[in-house]
């Protein structure tokens, strides 16, 4: 094209004094932003090519290499951003929905960084977690109502099937194809050591990773991709995909260039062609239908595995979750506006969907108000960066988190936001045979596995700092939280006092 | 006795071993001054062809060609590692023909040069090992 309308986002700075042309980023930037020149043996770099993911600049021996970003600009406008009018002549050009990746980057408030956590002084004892036993193992599943005993008085076993779990987070869906071999197996294999569940996503499961099924949660979702009755009952929970916090209404599309080998064969779908993943279950259009899933999937279980619905953080999420509740469901996933994805329309992504603080804080209240949150444990996704994040999210009433982002930063991912071209340079979001080797599961799953120690050693400190021993007698006790800078409504839906009160 | 070995399924060829095995022989603190417009001569080198890629670098062997066909009695093993004596070397390259591995090049001042296990230059890890992104390259105890 004779006029380039845009120019380049981040420029690729190299200290040419540092530089031992070894080469290494040219060969490992899958964009080939990096070129040798070898008649004057030095590197160059085409800045338009590059997508800032950092691939070149870790693996740089000699630091020679940072991306910054371009100062280029357009005349200052309050109203008319850069990224506003790039978006334009993108879409003048091509004509096209603007497609994204990974969770909703805009500056919409995070509540869990305006909330702030007590702890003990004087009056009641703080518990240092590495002297006193302190308890992060947490259950999901449905809660008897009521204690029950036989003609003899003795206790009756009425307890739903649960999960458990040795501390309340878990691995969220990220499906083989939207993610590599070596990713997912990272996560299986980190799962199974921690004690945790990690999630198959909608695309099927491995049959290699059939192995770690205990840690397994297999998911239903709109396409069905790879589910049949030994799928089902491999895993430790089966969980009902209605929504995607990152795009919520809207569907999945794998382009059929994905499908190939394995993935069309866990799939249970042609090579090359597009796994579509409509917007609705073609079969759910209330309640009383999503009953009847729920209870297909039990049945095809012979009712030994727990049932989680998955659904997006929407605006009457406390009534859909209400529903959801009395439809025979076990769990509630709830996932926030800024969840991740491996692609997704950007209005969708940026555009739709709510918090997940003020979503679990509105669901826990309206299931106690009805008494029928022991119907259901909560679990909550999209966005959850730490343990700090992870122990507020507990004491809003959640049972358990699920992190999808964080596990994959941990294996490498520098949010770079291009995993829907393919090309991940990490080996995480790409099926490219030379992208995917690039993570080692041996590496990964230890480095998952020691992000998630590092979390519990952390969870315990905190709760230990409140003079509390056990995750779970956190669990929706919102007088452990308080507000900074939040206005008197948002107080009122995070049921949360502000600071100072 | 620990060696090096080399998982090919995790190579990337991204060459960085060899930098890092060049570097490891310099006596230069920074990567950067040692390394900078010269040509490298690593005493491992990256194998590839057809999407294919593997580090290769001194066996070590039990019975060492090398060693056998040394005219001077410059190379020895001693302690499972083959090492070389410079000052004894007379670069007639007999080492260089036998070795099936073409783990033993030419160097600079004369007298052939090999992979020993960073003993002479670092403690512990050999420095390739250290420098794979992708744990291609291990440093461990295996079975003989």
Redesign the interface.
Known sequence: MAIEYIYPDYEIVRDYNRCITCRVCERQCANEAHEYLSDVNKMTADNAKCVNCHRCVSLCPTRALKIVKSDHTFKENANWSGKSIKEIYKQAGSGGVLLSSMGNPENYPVYFDKILLNASQVTNPSIDPLREPMETRVYLGAKPGRIERDENGRLKNNLKPHIKLSMPVMFSAMSYGSISYNAHESLARAAAELGILYNTGEGGLHEDFYKYGKHTIVQVASGRFGVHKTYLNSGAAIEIKMGQGAKPGIGGHLPGTKIVGDISKTRMIPEGSDAISPAPHHDIYSIEDLRQLVYSLKEATAYTKPVIVKIAAVHNVAAIASGIARSGADIIAIDGFRGGTGAAPTRIRDHVGIPIELALASVDKRLRDEGIRNNVSIVVGGSIRSSADVVKAVALGADAVYIGTAALIALGCHLCRSCHTGKCNWGIATQREDLVKRLNPNIGYKRLVNLMNAWKHEIKEMIGGMGINSIEALKGNRLMLRGVGLNEKELEILGIKHAGE | MKRVYVNE??C?????C???CA?ASTNEK???RA???IRIKPRIRIEEKD?ISFAVSCRHCDEPLCVKGCITGALTKKDGVITINRDKCIGCYTCILSCPYGAVSPSDDGAVQKCELCIKTARGTPKCVE?C????IVFEERGE
């Open positions: 399924k995790w990337l060829g991204c060459h960085l060899e930098y890092y570097f920074d990567m950067a390394l900078k417009d999407g420098g992104p992708n744990g291609a």
